[in-house]
């Protein structure tokens, strides 16, 4: 893991592991105010987690008992898994998003993983048995025991203001419903969460096939950070990874991967009309192979496919039709000038209001 950093104007980056992951780590954040830190993302739950937290507050010069309150970014256990464990030693105040905290509350009360395990499978077209087994989601009791229920609800363009200090909260959904960045503007600092990483693409999934459009919203989110943010050249510091800047050419590179991806999705419908997203899902590319994307993975894979097939019927190049299972059908077999039709509608999301 990278080593505790001191980057500007009072905010220090705090690593904290994730076991087992190949992500390995998640920067948790520490912003000074006069009154003691405000922690973004103080990351995942456990002994390894808490020892690192603890020990990057103490070289920092504060206690986890001078935290003060906690920001998230979203509710994945990677960012949010200790807030509850902070705020019991502390009694600091923890704050997040409406929309994530309804996925938070989903989970405490089994509500969220029952819709994925009994409706989202069968509306994908998972084949039964032991394949259906390996892409349950199993999230339900580590999510019921550290999820944390916020005491603050964080709206778009809020002010966080603490002994002095001023943290804006933009609104990015994307890759959870509720994300949200934090904005140091006199530091020229942003605290971007999952919504952009420097290297890899953020997960951007649907877990119901229903009318939402997470990956029209990612797109419309990632014009909006791109326009706050980048003609003041803004460092990113971001969940995972390591700080950068150059916002608006790596939001370029994100955009050209969804292209890839929306053709390739189109590509795989054309080929076999009446598709289900696990068809589709078996015949893109995937960094692994699709046969060696297992388990978590290959759940992920599959939510990642239904956003991209949601985004493209919103838009009229797909139709979606049935429930059990929901199929996939293109208006025209004819492949000519598709790729443009993508990017010109991934490029008009730039100017497009967030739903």
Known sequence: MPLVEEIDGGVWSIPVPIPGSPLRYVLSYAIATPLGPIVVDPGWPGEAGWASLSAGLELAGWSVTDVQGVLLTHSHTDHQGLALRVREATGCWVGMHELDARVLAGYADGSRVHD???????????????????????????????????????????????????????????????HLCFA???????????????????????????????????????????AR???????????????????EERAGIVRDHHIDRLREAF?????????????????VSWARGWEETKGGLRRLALSETVAHLRWLAVRGLLVQTGRNPTVWSVRSNDLTGIEARIRAE??????????
């Open 229 to 247: 943010v980048a003609p003041a050249d803004v460092e990113i510091l971001p969940g995972h990874e390591y700080r950068f800047r150059g916002i």
């Open 346 to 355: 991934v490029e008009r999301s730039r100017g497009t209001a967030i739903r």
């Open 116 to 178: 994925c395990n009994a409706t989202w499978i069968p509306q994908c077209g998972v084949p039964s048995g032991a394949e259906t087994t390996a892409i349950l989601m199993d999230a339900d009791a580590m999510m019921a025991a550290c999820g944390v229920i916020p005491d603050r609800l964080i709206d778009d363009g809020e002010s966080i203001r603490v002994g002095g200090r001023s943290i804006t909260a933009i609104w990015t959904p994307g890759h959870t419903p509720g």
């Open 267 to 283: 590509a795989a419908v054309a080929e076999v009309t009446a598709s289900t997203a696990w068809d589709v899902a078996s015949r």
């Open 184 to 226: 140091l503007e006199d530091e020229g600092l942003l605290l971007g969460g999952d919504h952009l990483l420097p290297r890899i693409s953020s997960h951007v999934g649907g877990y119901l096939i229903d009318e939402s459009d997470p990956l029209g919203d990612f797109l419309s989110s990632l014009g909006k950070i791109v």
